[in-house]
């Protein structure tokens, strides 16, 4: 079955990092954010732990409240050739592959909208859905557009995606290598497990999905 969508995640699918963590990690290193910010931004982590565990460790945005957008979008060009050397080929192969037979590849995650664009634009992707950061008076709040799309949410936006270029759910293929992504491999007609978690290995070989392996 050739898929008409390719709807790939990004962090350690696409590439073999965390996008927002290499992100922070370059701002606090270019004093973009005070040693205060940051445990101010990790403290909300020990305050909500069963939030941590719900929603999983991208739901606090905290570290981002106060940052102005151009400086943002300044940070984000810094950062995007670093990502884009992490992308695994293998990935980048089957993306392409299914491009050039006329599929639309979808990146989607829940990593802050500004960087999946950037990583998605410099790979050649046209389409993406990430985490939109709420601004007011030309400044990030710390808060979020809408629920990230992360898990089960990203259901919603990938039907939406499939709605907008009128394809059936049995005619697109995800890629995904985390416990959450489960939701979007199993509602799509084929999967590839991208180096995955025990536990979606093991649901990977229960439902007959592709697994790539390794540094792929």
Known sequence: MNPRIVICDLDGTLISVSSELEFVLGLFRRKVLSRAVVIRFLYHYLRHPIRTMREGRGWNRGYFS?????VLHDEVKECTPLLLKKVRPGVLNILNNHKEDGAE???LSASLSPLVQAIAEGLGFKSFRGSIPVVKNGKCTGHLIGQRPYGKAKIAPAMA???QLGIEPSRALALGDSWGDRYILDL???AIAVHPV????KLATQNDWLILEGRH
Request: with cysteine; glycine share 12%.
């Open 66 to 70: 106060g940052l102005p957008m151009d």
């Open 105 to 107: 590849i979808f990146i």
């Open 161 to 163: 995606m499939m709605d």
């Open 188 to 190: 799509c007609g084929s």
């Open 198 to 201: 025990r536990k979606l290995r």
